[in-house]
């Protein structure tokens, strides 16, 4: 299940290629054109998950199904009722929607006794600046339910907070985040900001345990104004004791959630004051971000995280998984400023780089770039792989730094009264 079928996909089906699995894609399209883009995939839509349950009920009537993974958020939701219509398992539906919305993991968090940041809630209609006088600060103003650090501001006072919520509010009322048709978009969260550490985990639950697949350090500090994520590096060079603390801990907010089946990718800060959940979702990293994971499986050899996840689908004992013994990251490439992306100079000089496995760009020649808040892409993706974190790292930022960017100022559109025709 997926809003499209992008590059993650792909890697998906490099891994059903892999296992002799047939994958069918259900994503996100016009379901008034027979087969567009010949993939074979099921359209559906996500605002409307009855229909879309029947749409993959229908298409796959007369097919033996295994099992059913999510790539992002909002398809979590669906296939958690795929599942459950087919009596596969996964998810309940509203473990799913609790943590993709914000609020409802925070009472979550908040009933498993974990720390929580103090928030509240504006409401549709309500001001941002009768709430920023609430808060305490620094704080972050956030939307309930976008992802990616998509909408995500530091503020320091109130006089900026209700700038940031302002600001908020206009992305939210965005024609692509109205689309989704999600109640969830009219709100806004405003919680206090959690110095520190800032950890991804990977992991997998077998039967509501999580196995823990990796943990990501962020080398980069993440402390606003805005929380654009860079590099993802493993190991953790953090000690044993707390890499422990972060595993149950997500194991924690997973079980609070209501979390039982299947891929998770969790994010976390660690202070002095212990380990604080920033979010807990049902599906894998984004992007081609889990290119930067490879695993021993056994007999079978090297593994990629889809194939874990496809297997695990199947039914297949993933118990015995383990990281591979060398350090491994990944550089999303950060938007510097807005414009059209003309052209990129340096690549093969970037692949160059001692450690670095390869450099992928994904935007697209001519398209607009939109850097965050307002954002949700990279310019794309590089991979690097050495002996420990610390060489993975420099070898990240060496390549990036041999990247030049050519984007052009957007050219605006034409304002004052229509001409005549």
């Known amino acids: 299940m997926a809003t499209t079928t992008g590059y993650q996909i792909r890697s998906f089906g490099e891994a059903a290629a892999k296992l002799g699995v047939e994958l069918v894609v ?15 995939a099921i359209a559906i839509r996500l605002h409307d998950r009855a229909a879309s349950v029947r749409a993959v009920q229908s298409a796959l009537a007369d097919r033996p199904v295994r099992g059913v993974v999510a790539v992002g958020d909002r398809p979590a939701v669906l296939a958690a009722a795929v599942a459950s219509s087919m009596g596969l398992p996964g998810n309940t539906v509203e473990a799913a929607e609790r943590s993709r919305n914000k609020l409802l993991a925070r009472h979550a ?12 809630l504006v409401s549709p209609g309500a001001s941002p600046l009768q709430a920023a006088e609430h808060a305490s600060y620094p704080a972050v103003v956030k939307p309930l339910a976008l992802s990616g ?10 006089a900026a907070c209700a700038v940031a919520g302002d600001r908020v509010r206009r992305l939210l009322l965005s024609p692509d985040v109205g689309e989704e048709r999600d109640r969830a978009h009219g709100y806004i969260l405003i919680e206090s900001f959690v110095p520190g550490r800032e950890k991804a985990v990977e992991g997998i639950l077998v039967d509501g345990v999580l196995k823990t697949l990796a943990i990501f350090d962020k080398p980069d500090p993440l402390d606003g104004p805005f929380f654009e ?13 707390v890499q422990e603390a972060i595993s149950t801990v997500i194991a924690t907010a997973a079980r609070g959630l209501g979390l039982r089946h299947g891929p998770v990718h969790a994010e976390c800060r660690v202070n002095d004051q212990g380990v604080y959940v920033l979010e807990v979702a049902p599906r894998p990293i984004g992007g081609l971000c889990a290119r930067a994971l490879r695993f021993v499986a056994g007999v079978d050899g090297e593994a990629s995280l889809e194939e874990i996840l496809l297997r695990h689908a199947l039914g297949q004992d ?10 491994s990251g990944v550089m999303m490439i950060p938007i510097p400023r807005r414009g059209v992306f003309r052209e990129v100079i340096g690549v093969e000089e970037a692949r160059a780089v001692a450690f670095v496995q390869d450099v992928r760009i994904t935007a697209k020649t001519d398209a607009l770039l939109v850097p965050l808040p307002e954002g949700r892409t990279y310019l794309g993706f590089i991979f690097a792989r050495a002996e420990n974190p610390s060489n993975v790292v420099a070898a990240l930022r060496a390549a990036h730094d041999r990247l030049q960017f050519r984007i052009e100022k957007e050219i605006p559109l034409a304002s004052g009264p229509s001409p005549s025709p």
Request: one cysteine or more.
């Open 109 to 120: 968090f908040q009933a498993a006794r974990l720390p929580v940041p103090r928030f509240s």
């Open 149 to 158: 650090s998509r909408g995500v501001i530091r503020v320091d006072d109130a």
């Open 229 to 241: 994520e860079t590099i993802y590096v493993t190991p953790s060079i953090e000690p044993p004791a």
């Open 26 to 40: 259900a994503s996100d399209r016009c379901d008034h054109l027979e087969d567009p883009w010949r993939d074979g």
């Open 318 to 327: 993933v118990s015995a998984v383990s990281r591979e013994t060398a350090a």
